[in-house]
């Protein structure tokens, strides 16, 4: 032992990597290599070495409960219904042991109004290392599977993939931006992975995650939004109940949702509809802010006013809300 204790830590670490190699195929002698190992490095536990030089899945790795609400309650502007149910929904998915199904998210609403951002922040508190990891991957309609005649190619590409990242890491992340411009066939692919089966052809799926972004519905989210205001109700004021209903059939009608009388929802199997409601005139100032801090410049209340009166707002008559929402802050922002 002692002879072995002065190997130095470059050959401690390749045996602790040729370990992970065979670690598919000899849970038992594995097992055997890793307490010699822990042994070895003494402190560090096996995982942990080599978690430091290699990104890992961690599929048991509970989520930060407190951490996705503190970020999502200070950077994500105006959405306190997605910022619940998308809080409810994580840790609800990753307190249970046993999830019967993968679970599925499907964000609505106006463009600019944070789907892309807030994936994005739940990529991170999944997989640390975000959309850059290699456990969380987009998939942007228009990029990967802009052909209609290619649509059987797209079906056995898209299942291909799924069936391979999620054989290689359990909590693999799938987002699926602009749905909208889906073709339905494509998404009808992966059906059988989102449902409840504890296995299909030996790979269980219930601990992926899917999210799904559209802009579909967002009409009527703006006009359920438009009724509180006009009633000079709260913004705040409105409930999911006031939308998950209207969206769900909406969406499910909507040729254009990319969902269009999909399995998906005709089987349940999106577990929650998630509205972002459209971004008023404060909420582009509170990004025109937010952008400005993130550049590290000091806030300027002048520049911020001027940037959010040159965004155009809807509908004509009362020019409430904002027609891109916060999307194009950030290159305005460069002009002044
Ligand atoms: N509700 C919001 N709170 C804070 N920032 C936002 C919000 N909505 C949009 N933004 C900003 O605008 C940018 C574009 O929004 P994005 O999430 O891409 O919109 P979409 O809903 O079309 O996916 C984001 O990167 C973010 O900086
Ligand atoms: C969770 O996040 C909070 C806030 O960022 C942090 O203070 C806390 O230490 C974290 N908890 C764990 C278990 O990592
Ligand atoms: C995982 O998904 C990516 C697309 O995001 C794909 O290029 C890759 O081949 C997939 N990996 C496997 C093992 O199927």
Known sequence: ???????????????????????????????????????LTGYLSYTDLYCRFAECCREKQPL???????????????????????????????NNKN???PLTLSLHGWAGTGKNF???????HLHSKGLRSNFVHLFVSTLHFPHEQ???????????WIRGNVSTCASSVFIFD???????????????FLDYYEQVDGVSYRKAIFIFLSNAGG??????ALDFWRAGRKREDIQLKDLEPVLSVGVFNNKHSGLWHSGLIDRNLIDYFIPFLPLEYRHV??????EMRARGSAIDEDIVTRVADEMTFFPKSEKIYSDKGCKTVQSRLDFH
């Open 99 to 101: 999830p019967k199904k």
């Open 1 to 39: 032992m002692r002879q072995v204790a002065r190997l130095g830590r470059g050959a401690v670490l390749g045996l602790l990597l040729a370990v992970h190699a065979v670690a598919a195929f000899e849970p038992i002698t594995v097992g055997i290599a890793i307490g010699a190992a822990t042994a």
């Open 219 to 224: 009409d009527l989210i703006t006009k359920i």
């Open 150 to 160: 290619q649509i059987k190619l797209y079906q056995d590409q898209l299942q291909g």
């Open 118 to 124: 807030v994936s994005q922040i739940v990529a991170e």
């Open 285 to 290: 100032k509170m990004c025109v802010r937010a």
């Open 178 to 192: 602009e749905m909208d411009k889906l073709h339905p066939g494509v998404i009808d692919a992966i059906k059988p």
């Open 64 to 94: 930060n409960a407190s951490a996705l609400k503190l970020e999502l309650e200070e950077k994500l502007f105006g959405q306190h219904l997605a910022t619940e149910v998308i809080l409810k929904a994580l840790t609800g998915f990753k």
